[in-house]
């Protein structure tokens, strides 16, 4: 297994009755990305989301590169990029210079979404998006060798493309697919990626394995990563309800995707956790500790504000992520 990686998640839902303006929530949040890189943590995550009334970051390149230009080390990757709605070349090229500003520090994960107004926002229907994705994949690995390539299929059509600037990294930024079902899994294991398993543990993490193991390589050598977010406090009856409150409010839009999409609805028995982790320094390295055994997660990271939240208000808690559990979680698993 690799080495675990921590970090955080930014989404920048700013619902609005928040009194805090886009600007400054933005300005902010840059801020504290740079301020989590001295605390050492290793990444930090975005996910994207379109035409959210709360403006869900419809467009992670653009804050990462920001990001990159005011850091050195931290890593900077997607959970996840919504793959059918990014022209495959143009990505690639907008990694590649990512890539350059950050001096190799870019990853890229992807996945096939599921909202039914983002498909009709795009011009696209929602039963496009498997061969979408496919070779959306395809197309991208293509990008990351750094060869000229041409390309005809179902949905795209390139010819003599090579990208330009080259990237840092030998072969790209390294690819994470998601999955919330078998299907997804199995596509992880095929195109040969890191992955980012959601929902049912036999159906996404299993099967990624088994068809790993069954193409002859050996899962340790990929990570696995999730959101997993985690609130740092002596004092859980006085800091947890009003992020169990913002928790409340970012879920019922994601109830809302499953319900208008007919995906992701009722509970199975064998969910990964993905809830919060809440309590002092102890109980925090102990269930985290207990999630990485159990699961093989190598990468996890919090979400960093809560919607509705200043940036500012999560700092004791990041800080003590970052000083005190994740050293103590380290150890415990060396």
């Not at 990757?77 to 690639?92: K, M």
């Not at 390539?149 to 790209?172: A, M, W």
């Amino acid at each position: 297994m690799k080495s675990p990686r921590f970090g955080l998640c930014y989404d920048f839902r700013n619902p609005p009755d928040s009194g805090i303006a886009n600007p400054d929530l933005y300005a902010a949040a840059l801020d504290q990305m740079v301020w989590a890189e001295q605390l050492g943590l290793d990444q930090i995550w975005f996910t994207e989301h379109h035409f959210v009334d709360d403006g869900y970051l419809p467009s992670w390149v653009p804050v990462a590169a920001a990001a990159a230009a005011r850091t050195s080390k931290i890593r900077f990757s997607t959970d996840i990029c919504l793959l059918p709605f990014n022209n495959p070349v143009r990505l690639a090229e907008d990694l590649a210079i990512l890539d350059n500003i950050s001096n190799g520090r870019v990853e890229i994960g992807v996945g096939m979404g599921y909202a039914p107004h983002e498909f009709k926002g795009f011009g696209y229907r929602p039963p496009q998006r498997v061969s979408l994705m496919e070779e959306g994949l395809e197309v991208l690995q293509k990008c990351f060798s750094g060869e000229q390539f041409s390309f005809e299929g179902k949905r795209y059509k390139f010819e003599d493309v090579i990208i330009t600037p080259g990237y840092v990294q030998e072969g790209g930024p390294p690819l994470w697919i998601a999955a919330m079902s078998s299907a997804g899994a199995k596509r992880a294991a095929r195109f040969n990626t890191n992955f980012l398993p959601q929902g049912s543990r036999s159906e996404t993490l299993d099967v990624w394995l088994a068809e790993t193991k069954a193409a002859g390589r050996d899962p340790s050598d990929y990570r696995i990563g999730l959101i997993r977010s985690v609130l740092v406090t002596p004092g859980k009856e006085r800091d947890w309800p009003d992020v169990r409150e913002s928790e409340r409010y970012r879920m019922r839009l994601y109830n809302r995707f499953f319900e208008e999409s007919g995906e992701g609805l009722g509970g199975v028995e064998d969910q990964i956790p993905q809830t919060w982790i809440v309590g002092d320094v102890d109980k925090c390295v102990n269930d985290i500790v207990s999630f990485i055994q159990d699961t093989g997660i190598t990468d996890i990271v919090s979400m960093a504000i809560p919607p509705g939240f200043h940036p500012d208000q999560m700092s004791d808690s990041i800080e003590a992520f970052a000083t005190k559990v994740v050293p103590q979680v380290r150890a415990r698993l060396a």
